[in-house]
């Protein structure tokens, strides 16, 4: 899940059409009761926490480990989540042993919030460089306003006027609030190594798209934790974060959705981090792809005359979007331009403060990136429209 200010539906296309339910299947479609831990496999528990926004819940996985349980992401940081985990950890531990070591997927507050608190117990953290090194900087963000390189991205996607006022004057929501703070020692876990967690042996793919080096683990015996790389029955947030505006986050995620695709089979089954496990991990796959697909032809069409990245949300959701929504999911708008752009099928040509995207009429091979990287990569420029609008 990611980090926004208030809960947001982020579903942009039909993922949970007919066909997809038939073709992805649910290994077990009833979710374990809160506070308590349900079997998936042997020595894998699957349990559910609470969380305020989006689909209302996070997926937390037990592993049986050597001397006790390897915990894969622990929900966030509050007392509520922290108690519905305690319960559904009691039965286990007299069975497993403690929370030994802590794995998180990746930096979002639902995956890694209560981390810090199982180090304070005497846990061992295992974190990708990436994930590490944003939550730090987010955990030590006081900030309460918008930065100008905040303000600055938003007016380049198009952001203006009353929309613009309200985004500034939002004040933001601080991460501290639901994250523990962590430890200095954590062990870093890069892309291609593995985990040995009891008698499975786990490999690290780590890719971006979603979150900073978000990390999947695949299992020698078919098992997949895919954090929120691979989510069924909802789309995975794919956003451009303010200090890499140039990303094409839906070509990062893709990619690593093909190399979690070199160590699945079908019968692979796949423990998201969101909804409920299931099997059918390529099928879902090329599911998502296709509905990003899907919104890439629709924005095509929508890029006939020139438009800002802003000026896309209606045809990327389909729905009218609140100023809240709007606020957190402009980013995702630019991934889209970003995508299309690095494929040489839209244009994008500077208009004052803001970039303007259009269908490109050039032949294809003589992409855009050029003609606006430089604007893109220097938000700091707008600093002086920052102060006139504050
Ligand atoms: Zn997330």
Not at 156 to 177: C, N, S, T, V
Not at 363 to 376: E, H, K, L, N
Request: net charge neutral; glycine share 8%; hydrophobic share 40%.
């Amino acid at each position: 899940m990611p980090t926004s200010d208030e809960a947001v539906k982020l579903q942009h296309d039909a993922d949970a059409a007919p066909s997809a339910a038939e073709a992805v299947r649910a290994i077990d479609g009833i979710a374990p009761a809160t506070g308590t831990a349900r079997r998936v496999a042997e020595g894998v528990w699957w349990i559910r926490l609470p969380v305020a926004a989006g689909p209302g819940h996070v997926n937390v996985y037990a592993l049986q480990d050597r001397d006790g349980i390897m915990l894969v992401d622990t929900g966030t940081n509050t007392p509520q989540t922290l108690q519905t985990l305690t319960e559904a950890l009691r039965v286990l531990q007299s069975s497993c042993g403690t929370v030994r070591r802590v794995v998180v997927t990746h930096h979002h507050p639902d995956h890694i919030g209560l981390a810090g608190w199982f180090a304070e117990q005497g846990a061992e953290i295992v974190a990708t460089p990436g994930t590490l090194a944003v939550a730090r900087r987010m955990l030590h963000d006081k900030t309460l306003l918008r930065t100008p390189e905040e303000i600055g991205f938003a007016v380049l996607a198009g952001m203006k006027d009353l929309e613009l006022a309200a985004f500034i004057r939002r004040p933001k929501r601080q991460y501290a609030d639901a994250v523990a703070m962590l430890p200095d020692a954590i062990n870093v876990i890069s892309d291609g190594e593995t985990l040995q967690i009891g008698r499975r042996c786990w490999r690290a793919i780590v890719g971006n798209g979603h979150a900073v080096d978000h990390l999947t683990l695949c299992s020698n015996d078919g098992l997949v934790i895919s954090g929120d790389q691979i989510l069924p029955g909802m789309s995975t947030n794919l956003n451009v974060p303010t200090d890499q505006p140039d990303l094409d986050p839906i070509a990062a995620w893709r990619d690593t959705c093909r190399r979690i695709g070199e160590h699945i089979d079908d019968r692979s089954i796949c423990l998201p981090g969101h909804h409920t496990p299931f099997t059918g991990i390529a099928i879902r796959s090329r599911q998502m792809i296709a509905s990003h697909e899907a919104v890439a032809s629709r924005l095509l069409g929508h890029l006939q005359r020139p438009r800002t990245a802003i000026d896309c949300l209606a045809a990327i959701y389909r729905r009218t979007l609140s100023l809240a929504e709007r606020a957190f999911l402009f980013s995702e708008a630019v991934g889209y331009m970003n995508h299309l752009a690095n494929r040489g099928e839209i244009v994008g040509l500077r208009r004052g403060k803001t970039i303007v995207w259009q269908k490109q009429r050039r032949p294809r091979g003589d992409t855009i990136r050029r003609d606006v990287s430089p604007a893109i990569s220097r938000p700091n420029n707008f600093s002086s429209e920052v102060d006139e609008t504050r």
